[in-house]
């Protein structure tokens, strides 16, 4: 069963409108949450990540999540979008228990794409 | 900017050659990965190390080598390839994963390898 969902394989936006990119996880106990970009050609980038405390995290170039417990979501979120935000977006999950060696489990992706 | 250096950016190897990947972080950082990523999918975990100590094999084809020679590189020779194998390959770091499965893991810039 896939651990991680990222339901939209693409999302398109305009340029100054808001940008939600989502992400459902079904693991269980609490998993750490990740949020990944990739620019075209590049590898993967930190963008963000929840490990306990204040639901709202807010990460590198004015991106945020937002992480749900009862809705298992971890939607990653920007108020302006820009064109330079266009690039794949990837989820994860991190289990938290040992057992599984803290494994990266990532969703299959989303391209943004911002227009001018 | 990442703090994962990873050489060659790309490779072009026949199916008998053999050739290395090399991977070098300055983080302190005692986790290492190898990871690899076909187009627009997300990375699937090849090896772990943790303190220099191989500690995952995702059941990875022996044509596939890693090696750690010390806390800092992280070496993956490669030899008699298969066109399919080709794919971006994605070094990581991150602190040791046992004491805080929190820690975030951060990728290199990939080395592009086409086998031919």
């Known amino acids: 069963a896939q651990s991680v969902a990222q339901p939209e394989d693409q999302v398109n936006v305009a340029e100054g409108n808001p940008l939600t990119v989502k992400c459902t996880y079904s693991?269980?106990?609490?998993?750490?949450l990740f949020w990944y970009v990739q620019y075209p050609n590049r590898g993967l980038q930190f963008l963000l990540k929840?490990?306990?405390?204040?639901?709202l995290v807010k990460g590198s170039y004015g991106f945020e999540a937002e992480f749900n417990k009862s809705q298992t979501s971890f939607h990653l979120k920007k108020p302006s979008a820009l064109v330079s935000d266009s690039a794949l977006y990837f989820c994860?999950?991190?289990?938290?228990?040992?057992?599984?060696?803290?494994?990266?489990?990532f969703g299959a992706g989303t391209q943004v794409v911002v227009t001018p | 900017d990442t703090e994962v250096t990873q050489t060659p950016k790309h490779l072009v190897m026949g199916m008998t050659n053999k050739k290395s990947l090399k991977c070098e972080q300055h983080?302190?950082?005692?986790?290492m990965y190898w990871y690899k990523q076909k187009a627009k999918k997300p990375p699937e975990l090849m090896f772990v190390?943790?303190?220099?100590?191989?500690?995952i094999n995702e059941s990875v084809p022996s044509r596939f080598s890693p090696e750690c020679p010390n806390s800092s590189l992280l070496n993956l020779h490669l030899h008699a390839l298969q066109p399919e194998d080709s794919a971006l390959y994605l070094c990581?770091?991150?602190?040791?994963?046992?004491?805080?499965?929190?820690?975030?893991?951060?990728f290199g810039e990939g080395s592009w390898l086409t086998v031919v």
């Open positions: 994860a999950v991190r289990r938290r228990s040992t057992d599984s060696w803290g494994k990266l489990q």
């Open positions: 929840y490990i306990t405390g204040d639901n």
């Open positions: 983080m302190g950082h005692r986790a």
């Open positions: 990581a770091s991150s602190q040791a994963r046992l004491t805080n499965l929190g820690n975030t893991i951060y």
């Open positions: 693991v269980s106990g609490n998993p750490y």
């Open positions: 190390y943790s303190y220099e100590k191989l500690s």
